[in-house]
């Protein structure tokens, strides 16, 4: 089994900053890829950040030069720095994580719970 626990989410004002984290336990052995997707209420899930192996990043345009994302290897982690937040980024973010686990040559797809990210004053 492979689990994906997420972080980091929570209320915050507008211009402020909240740093996400989802660390990838169990049978995980290695990680192609990570992403971060947002799901508004009544909108599509969509994705947000996107970082490969040999680190090359694709954003949203909506969230250029305001997120972030990286990832730590070793700790089987990824991470979404969120900077100058706006109300429109209000969303559950999820995890996203395309891999393969223990004596397996087959990538597969896993998602993380969710997180709530809400942007208010």
């Known amino acids: 089994q492979v689990q994906l626990v997420e972080s980091g989410g929570g209320l915050v004002q507008p211009g402020g900053s909240l740093r996400l984290s989802c660390a990838a336990s169990g049978s995980i052995f290695s990680i192609d890829r990570m992403a971060w997707y947002r799901q508004a209420p009544g909108k599509q899930r969509d994705l947000v950040a996107a970082i490969t192996s040999d680190g090359p990043t694709n954003y949203a345009d909506s969230v250029k030069g305001r997120f972030t994302i990286s990832r730590d290897d070793a700790k089987k982690t990824v991470y979404l720095q969120m900077n100058s937040l706006k109300p429109e980024d209000t969303a559950v973010y999820y995890c996203?994580?395309?891999?393969?686990?223990?004596?397996?040559?087959?990538?597969?797809?896993?998602w993380g719970q969710g997180t709530q990210v809400t942007v208010s004053s």
């Open positions: 996203y994580i395309y891999g393969v686990q223990y004596y397996s040559h087959t990538p597969l797809p896993y």
